[in-house]
Structure formats: structure tokens, C-alpha cells
């Protein structure tokens, strides 16, 4: 079992459409992060919170909107998305400490129309 | 700008075998730390083992140990006692302060009954 949970498993959405993906962890992690990951690549960072304040955004279209409503939950908001962003979207939560690992959820799989 | 490098897109291992994958790195910051995180196709990633880089003693964890040389910037992860549920791709991933998380392209381990 997963400590940190990610709805829905699976998306699908065309591009005119707005969804949101949803993470929660109850480990009181104060850190929180998303990431996209293309299939048998990487993941690559997207958005850290550290206690609930966005500290990193790496450089992501405005097309996608996080937003942490309490120490728990994770969203991310999507609107007018392009085919190139089907992928898998994974949420992690950490302690908060660059040392400390991150505990990653199942993930998201986003496919756009 | 940092790097993580996996030489390895694929290995495979006899099962109960010994095996190593590397990973090496490229960075100016002195506060970072190493992990390696494991990825089965069920897609969950799970944190296999962590390194402070300040730290000179080599990680263990049961069957998992990393081979870290800073000066060579290198962190191998050696597998012992290889088993099928080992079967994943491996991924070595590098954060420093402030944030900066990159993972490197990973290598998929493939164990052999």
C-alpha cells in the first residue's frame, strides 16, 4: 500500500477540457512535489511546495496550475492541454530535508486527445 | 548546470548473482545527496538507498550497498544475492540545496531465473 495516494489512476481528456489531479499523503510531510514522466524515461521535476508556499517551479507552461490547499493535499489543475502532455504524473512528499527521500504515489496516467 | 549519468540502459543478472550498476554525477555545490530508487513496471517509485555526500562510509541496506568515490563523483549500487522481485529499472538521482533534483535516464535490470 502506497502512503501517498494519486485519483484518478487513469485520465483521459481532450484538449478544450479542465481536470485536476489529486495527491494526499497523511505522513505529515511538509514537502510536496510533482513530476511528469514519459514513458521509459525519467522523471522530471515540475513543482515543489515546502510547507504549503510554491518554492520551485521548474519552468512549466501555465497550462498547468498546482496548488496546495493544506499540508496534506497536492492538486494540479489542467486546462488546454496538448497531446505532448500524455504522460504519467507522479506526486512525492518528503520530510522536508534535502536528505530525507521522497515517498512517491502510484501516479496519474494522463492521456490527452 | 548539473548531471546525472546512467552508462546502462539495460542489464541482466543470473538470479542469486552479484551485480552493479553505476551511475556518476557532475556538480560545483559541496551539499547534495545521492539516492537510488527503484521502479517495477507497476510503476511505483521506492526508494532503495540514500548517501549524504558528506558522509565517507559507504550506504547499506540488507542486500543493497552503493560504492561511493566523491573526488571520481561516482555512486554504483550493488545488488548481492540478486532476486526476481529485484526486476525494475533503477534510477540514481541527485538533490543538492538549495532544490535542484535530477534523476539520471535510469537502467533496467533484468534478473534471470
Known amino acids: 500500500d502506497t502512503e501517498v495516494t494519486q485519483t484518478p489512476k487513469h485520465l483521459v481528456m481532450g484538449m478544450t477540457n479542465k481536470k485536476s489531479l489529486k495527491c494526499e499523503q497523511h505522513?505529515?510531510?511538509?514537502?510536496m512535489y510533482w513530476y511528469k514522466q514519459k514513458a521509459k524515461k525519467p522523471p522530471e521535476l515540475m513543482f515543489v511546495?515546502?510547507?504549503?508556499?510554491?518554492?520551485i517551479n521548474e519552468s512549466v507552461p501555465s497550462r498547468f496550475s498546482p496548488e496546495c490547499p493544506n499540508s496534506s493535499l497536492l492538486n494540479l489543475h489542467l486546462h488546454a492541454l496538448q497531446p505532448e502532455d500524455s504522460a504519467l504524473y507522479l506526486c512525492?512528499?518528503?520530510?522536508?530535508?534535502?536528505?530525507?527521500?521522497?515517498?512517491f504515489g502510484d501516479g496519474t496516467r494522463l492521456s490527452i486527445l | 548546470a548539473q548531471t546525472v549519468t546512467q552508462s546502462q540502459p539495460e542489464m541482466s543478472v543470473q538470479e542469486a548473482e552479484t551485480v552493479t550498476l553505476s551511475c556518476t554525477y557532475d556538480?560545483?555545490?559541496?551539499?547534495?545527496?545521492l539516492f537510488w530508487y527503484k521502479q517495477p513496471p507497476s510503476r511505483q517509485m521506492i526508494l532503495v538507498i540514500r548517501?549524504?555526500?558528506?558522509?565517507?562510509q559507504n550506504a547499506t541496506e540488507n542486500r543493497f550497498s552503493v560504492n561511493f568515490q566523491k573526488a571520481a563523483k561516482s555512486f554504483s549500487l550493488k545488488i548481492s544475492d540478486s532476486q526476481l522481485g529485484d526486476a525494475a529499472m533503477y534510477f540514481c538521482a541527485y538533490r543538492s540545496v538549495p532544490i535542484k533534483i535530477i534523476f539520471g535516464k535510469g537502467t533496467r535490470l533484468h534478473i534471470l531465473p
Open positions: 548517501q549524504e555526500a558528506y558522509k565517507q
Open positions: 556538480t560545483s555545490e559541496s551539499d547534495y545527496y
Open positions: 511546495y515546502s510547507y504549503e508556499k510554491l518554492s
Open positions: 505522513m505529515g510531510h511538509r514537502a
Open positions: 512525492a512528499s518528503s520530510r522536508g530535508n534535502s536528505n530525507q527521500p521522497q515517498h
